[in-house]
């Protein structure tokens, strides 16, 4: 029997996503876990959510996209907590409330801190949900604590595909300019290319990414966002995804085109890059295999 089929948890994360179009005014509250990255004391916000239902004694961790934190994750958060899950929501290190260090950004370190925090809460076994980038960090996740993931839900992940081999080469510093002249403008300009159809209501986001700038830490904030975006480029993750092994969902949004790097791309690559319907299926044929 095919483990792609939609089992009851399953069923109820893909439903939450479904309706997830906004999230609530109200914010969760945000707590700080401490951890100690290169000899630097940090903090790393998250929010963690009780059942609202009767617990069903699942826990779900919700993985965010780069140019996101966990607050957009709300409405999510309390469909998924009406249906008596757990849901813990981090802000990864140098993201949304958490501090934004100069250090050597990982996939690997993100899923250490996030199974740290874990640890800390006591939680054992998750249902982990990943979007955009937090995809690539729900697999390295999935790949490195395979013991702890009960089942995996990929929401149009980014990194389906290695970039470095058609996206040209940025050096920190070029991309730092890139995010050191930044505006509101820019941000809103940009996110409204995630969307087939925009909505006013999406604004939300924007403000949630764009709060830093005209901030005496926006410098840090643009140079983190920098070292990020050099994570993404390097430390692909396509190769290794036949070797998860947990129940997956993968969503897959059929007119995506996102690709990281795109604005250094020619016309002509484009037109063709960020194929997700292909790129959907050749995954799901890995995964699966």
């Known amino acids: 029997m095919s483990r792609y089929r939609l089992l009851a948890p ?38 963690d959510a009780k059942p609202t239902a009767a617990p069903n004694r699942k ?15 709300e409405r999510v958060i309390r469909v998924l907590a009406s249906h008596g899950f757990r849901v813990v ?10 501090s934004r260090p100069d250090i050597h950004y990982s996939f690997h370190r993100m899923a250490a801190s996030t199974k740290a925090l874990l640890d800390h809460l006591g939680i054992e076994r998750v249902l ?16 490195m604590y395979p013991g702890s993931v009960e089942k995996l839900v990929l929401e149009d992940p980014i990194g389906l595909e290695d970039y470095r081999t058609f996206v040209p080469y940025a050096s920190v510093e070029e991309l730092y300019e890139s995010e050191r002249n930044a505006t509101y403008q820019s941000f809103l300009n940009y996110q409204k290319g995630y969307y087939t159809s925009w909505k006013p209501e999406y604004e939300q986001y924007v403000q949630d990414q764009a709060w830093v700038l005209g901030t005496g830490d926006y410098p840090r904030d643009a140079f983190s966002a920098a070292l990020t975006s050099e994570m993404i480029y390097e430390q692909p993750v396509c190769y290794e995804l036949s070797r998860i092994k947990a129940p997956t969902l993968l969503i897959i949004g059929q007119e995506d085109r996102t690709v990281p790097g795109k604005g250094r791309l020619s016309p002509e690559a484009k037109a063709v890059a960020g194929d997700y319907p292909r790129l959907g299926a050749k995954t799901h044929e890995q995964i699966g295999a």
């Not at 999230?23 to 929010?47: C, H, S, T, W």
């Open 10 to 47: 399953a069923c109820v994360l893909f439903s939450a996503l479904l309706v997830a179009q906004m999230p609530p005014k109200a914010a969760y509250p945000v707590q700080f876990f401490p951890v100690r990255i290169e000899g630097q004391d940090l903090r790393m916000a998250y929010r």
């Open 59 to 73: 826990t779900v961790v919700l993985l965010h996209g780069k140019n996101f934190s966990g607050y957009y994750w």
């Open 128 to 143: 982990v949900v990943g979007h955009s980038m937090g995809g690539m960090l729900a697999a390295r996740f999935t790949l």
């Open 89 to 98: 929501a981090p802000d990864q290190i140098g993201f949304g409330a958490s």
